[in-house]
């Protein structure tokens, strides 16, 4: 205890002005917006570059499971690529994607993820540099991921499917019907299909996927399969229990999805809203 009394009387000078420096840093980027937004920034980039250099040591040790999830990948595109092959694009190697399809696909690589959480978000090593803007889709090989809702030169950050803030367009595979899908909060491998009507025709063992009404992700996405449902709000609607397909506490690489049309769309869904 001396020690420590005589440590701080010798060096009472030197922990004053420290004091003293530090409280000023931090009053001037309370008190000045400029100060404060560049703060925010610059420690945004620092951390990022720090969960960057983790993920790249740890991904070293992954090399063979990477590899392993890569060609499961590549067989499984190279199995769809036969099947449309004959009927749409002729020989195989002439697969492309024309202008007609109106989405563009960045990958990414996941730095950050939670899933523990009753709001999950997720962080992304691209950013504004590589084109990547708020309201984007982001799906993995087995399932969505999540929606960007905040982009910074170098990183972004996505609303992870696990977060009670989001609900997405959803639809039984093979039918009509649609529905939102929420998160409960709890089981990372589990989300609610609401909002489906009485009358639709629900069957457990359904596959549930991205609907045609949505604007952040192309139609037919896998999401999940149905494994329970009940009756509920006086027996009017459906609250589906859906088994995810994705295994969100497993995330290593991603796509980024752009839908070229996204402006157009949201401009004819808000005719008639200032009316």
């Given at each position: 205890?001396?020690?420590?009394?005589?440590?701080l009387i010798k060096y009472r000078n030197l922990l004053l002005y420290l004091f003293l420096?530090?409280?000023?840093?931090?009053?001037?980027?309370?008190?000045?917006?400029?100060?404060?937004?560049?703060?925010?920034?610059?420690?945004?980039?620092?951390?990022?570059?720090?969960?960057?250099?983790?993920?790249?040591?740890?991904?070293?040790?992954?090399?063979?499971?990477?590899?392993?999830?890569?060609?499961?990948?590549?067989?499984?595109?190279?199995?769809?690529?036969?099947?449309?092959?004959?009927?749409?694009?002729?020989?195989?190697?002439?697969?492309?994607?024309?202008?007609?399809?109106?989405?563009?696909?960045?990958?990414?690589?996941?730095?950050?993820?939670?899933?523990y959480k009753p709001d999950n978000y997720i962080t992304l090593d691209i950013g504004t540099?590589?084109?990547?803007?708020?309201?984007?889709?982001?799906?993995?090989?087995?399932?969505?991921?999540?929606?960007?809702?905040?982009?910074?030169?170098?990183?972004?950050?996505?609303?992870?499917?696990?977060?009670?803030?989001?609900?997405?367009?959803?639809?039984?595979?093979?039918?009509?019907?649609?529905?939102?899908?929420?998160?409960?909060?709890?089981?990372?491998?589990?989300?609610?299909?609401?909002?489906?009507?009485?009358?639709?025709?629900?069957?457990?063992?359904?596959?549930?996927?991205?609907?045609?009404?949505?604007?952040?992700?192309?139609?037919?996405?896998?999401?999940?399969?149905?494994?329970?449902?009940?009756?509920?709000?006086?027996?009017?609607?459906?609250?589906?229990?859906?088994?995810?397909?994705?295994?969100?506490?497993?995330?290593?690489?991603?796509?980024?999805?752009?839908?070229?049309?996204?402006m157009a769309l949201k401009a004819i869904d808000t005719l008639g809203t200032n009316e």
């Amino acid at each position: 205890m001396q020690q420590i009394i005589n440590f701080l009387i010798k060096y009472r000078n030197l922990l004053l002005y420290l004091f003293l420096m530090v409280a000023a840093v931090v009053f001037t980027v309370q008190s000045h917006d400029y100060h404060r937004n560049t703060t925010i920034h610059s420690s945004g980039n620092i951390t990022g570059s720090i969960l960057l250099t983790k993920n790249s040591f740890y991904d070293y040790f992954k090399l063979q499971d990477q590899n392993e999830k890569l060609n499961q990948e590549n067989a499984s595109l190279r199995m769809r690529l036969l099947e449309i092959s004959d009927t749409l694009l002729g020989n195989e190697t002439t697969f492309i994607f024309p202008d007609s399809i109106p989405y563009k696909i960045f990958p990414a690589r996941v730095i950050k993820n939670d899933y523990y959480k009753p709001d999950n978000y997720i962080t992304l090593d691209i950013g504004t540099d590589q084109g990547i803007e708020i309201d984007m889709g982001v799906i993995s090989s087995t399932g969505i991921v999540g929606v960007i809702d905040h982009s910074s030169n170098k990183f972004s950050r996505v609303i992870s499917i696990l977060n009670s803030q989001i609900s997405l367009n959803a639809q039984i595979k093979g039918t009509a019907t649609i529905g939102s899908l929420k998160w409960a909060g709890n089981d990372p491998y589990r989300m609610s299909l609401e909002d489906v009507p009485r009358l639709a025709r629900v069957t457990r063992g359904d596959t549930i996927i991205t609907g045609r009404q949505s604007t952040m992700f192309p139609p037919d996405i896998l999401i999940g399969v149905i494994k329970d449902a009940q009756l509920v709000e006086n027996g009017s609607r459906y609250k589906i229990n859906v088994e995810l397909f994705n295994d969100m506490t497993n995330l290593d690489y991603v796509n980024v999805i752009k839908n070229r049309d996204i402006m157009a769309l949201k401009a004819i869904d808000t005719l008639g809203t200032n009316e």
